[in-house]
C-alpha cells in the first residue's frame, strides 16, 4: 500500500472514529460504557493508554516507513486506547483535555511538517 493511500485511510479512520465517538458519548450507551470501564480501569491506567495517542499517532503517520503487520496492530492499538477517553475524562477532565490538545496539534501541524521536511528532494 502506498504512502498516499495509507493516509487517505487513516484520514477516513479518524474522522469516523471521532463522529462515532461524539455519538457514543452522548448516548446513554456512552455513559454506562464509561461507567462500566470505570469500575475495572484504575483512573491512572486509563490515563496512561490515553497518553499512548499522540506517540501511536506519530509512529503511524510520521515518515517513518513501517511494514503492513506492524502499523495494522498498531492501528488497532491506537483505536482501542481511544476508548479509554471517556474513562480518562472521568478521573483527570483537564489533564486528559492536554492530551487531546497535544494529539490534535500533533496531527494537524508536527506531523504534516515533520513529512515535509523528510520529503525527498
Known amino acids: 500500500?502506498?504512502?498516499?493511500?495509507?493516509?487517505?485511510w487513516l484520514?477516513?479512520?479518524?474522522?469516523?472514529?471521532?463522529?462515532?465517538?461524539?455519538i457514543s458519548s452522548m448516548s446513554p450507551f456512552g455513559q454506562?460504557?464509561?461507567?462500566a470501564l470505570s469500575r475495572h480501569v484504575p483512573g491512572w491506567l486509563a490515563m496512561l493508554i490515553w497518553a499512548l495517542?499522540?506517540?501511536l499517532a506519530a509512529i503511524l503517520m510520521g515518515p517513518i516507513e513501517t511494514p503492513a503487520y506492524i502499523w495494522i496492530p498498531l492501528y488497532a492499538v491506537l483505536l482501542s486506547s481511544l476508548v479509554f477517553f471517556a474513562v480518562?475524562?472521568?478521573?483527570?477532565?483537564?489533564?486528559?483535555?492536554?492530551?487531546?490538545?497535544?494529539g490534535y496539534f500533533e496531527v494537524y501541524w508536527f506531523i504534516p511538517r515533520w513529512n515535509r521536511e523528510h520529503e525527498p528532494k
Open 53 to 55: 495517542c499522540p506517540l
Open 88 to 102: 480518562s475524562f472521568h478521573f483527570h477532565p483537564y489533564f486528559s483535555l492536554c492530551i487531546l490538545v497535544i
Open 1 to 8: 500500500m502506498t504512502k498516499r493511500k495509507h493516509d487517505v
Open 32 to 35: 454506562a460504557t464509561a461507567n
Open 11 to 22: 484520514g477516513y479512520l479518524i474522522a469516523i472514529m471521532y463522529f462515532a465517538w461524539l
